[in-house]
């Protein structure tokens, strides 16, 4: 069973206060930001200190339940990805998110040049995983499933994430959400299909970041629906988020309890294809989800 990835939080690259709490948010993933967060004329100094900062926290024994840390690059059709990629091979990111990705042939050049950088740097060809943002354009929203038929860069892939403030510009929607707070159609659209290629590949749905972060009763609840849909995580923007997602993204004690009675059960009827839990019925596909749930828990 690997590291729980229930949440993902965003940290300036160019801010040395910043990247010192890091290690202590209790979010599962550190992203140290590149691109949104950190100003052009930043960007130099942004790389510097983000590797400087990754070599440092190497060197420290890690603590228990440390966070892994990766690296949100530049979009991959701008000059500056490159730069990124190099300045920060040398810290030995766990990944990197790419924004604004187009599909999976756009993210061939990237592929094929950590597999340069890897061995120049002691790390192992293969690992560096890789997160793209995958609905930023309308291009990229309607490449989403391309992800979900294998490529070159399937090994790498650890999840799927998307986000709708720069969606939203792009096709000049005026709002996100309805009235009730749900996302409009396209959004929905995006969301639903970010879920089901991700499952399809066999890699982590991680949903997008709840902008209010003041608004904590709004992220409660949007993160228990994520987590209820099959989303295994959630993109955080303020170290307030972390705990609230944490907890929503963590399997309770009845459904854990629920989970391995019927396993039990089954074990106990091999060759069953239904059976009798508590006055209901249960089959095959109950058995896998109380088995993925299990899974997630460790």
């Known amino acids: 069973m690997g590291l729980p990835i229930r949440s993902w939080m965003f940290v300036p690259g160019d801010s040395e206060k910043k990247l010192g709490k890091a290690p202590g948010l209790g979010a599962d993933v550190i992203i140290i930001d590149l691109e949104d967060a950190v100003a052009p004329e930043a960007k130099a100094a942004a790389r510097d200190m983000t590797r400087h900062w ?6 420290a024994d890690p603590a228990e339940g440390a966070p892994q840390y990766w690296v949100r690059i530049n979009p991959l059709d701008t000059s500056l990805w490159h730069r990124d990629v190099e ?24 592929v094929e040049m950590l597999y340069e950088l890897e061995p120049r740097n002691g790390v192992a060809p293969g690992t560096t995983q890789l997160l793209p943002l995958v609905s930023e354009t309308p291009r990229a929203a ?7 038929t294998g490529d070159v860069e399937m090994p790498r892939l650890a999840g799927l994430t998307w986000g709708a403030e720069d969606l939203s510009a792009a096709i000049g929607a005026t709002r996100k959400r309805d009235a009730d707070g749900r996302w409009t159609d396209a959004f929905r659209m995006v969301r639903a299909q970010v879920l089901l290629t991700a499952h399809a590949a066999g890699v982590a749905a991680i949903d997008t970041l709840h902008a209010d972060f003041r608004d904590m009763t709004g992220l409660q609840r949007v993160a228990r629906d994520a987590y209820q849909d099959g989303f295994a995580g959630m993109l955080a923007i ?14 309770g004690a009845e459904e854990l309890a629920e989970a391995r009675a019927i396993v039990d059960l089954f074990a106990q009827n091999p060759g069953a294809g239904a059976l ?7 089959d095959q596909p109950h058995l896998v989800q109380a088995q993925k749930l299990l899974a997630r828990a460790g």
């Open 87 to 110: 300045a920060v091979m040398p810290g030995k990111p766990a990944g990197l998110m790419v924004p604004k990705a187009t599909g999976p042939d756009q993210m061939r050049r990237l």
């Open 276 to 282: 009798q839990l508590d006055g209901r019925m249960i």
């Open 142 to 148: 309607i490449t989403i499933p391309a992800y979900g």
């Open 238 to 251: 303020h170290p307030s988020q972390v705990a609230p997602i944490n907890a929503a993204f963590t399997p």
């Open 54 to 59: 990754l070599e440092q926290v190497r060197a």
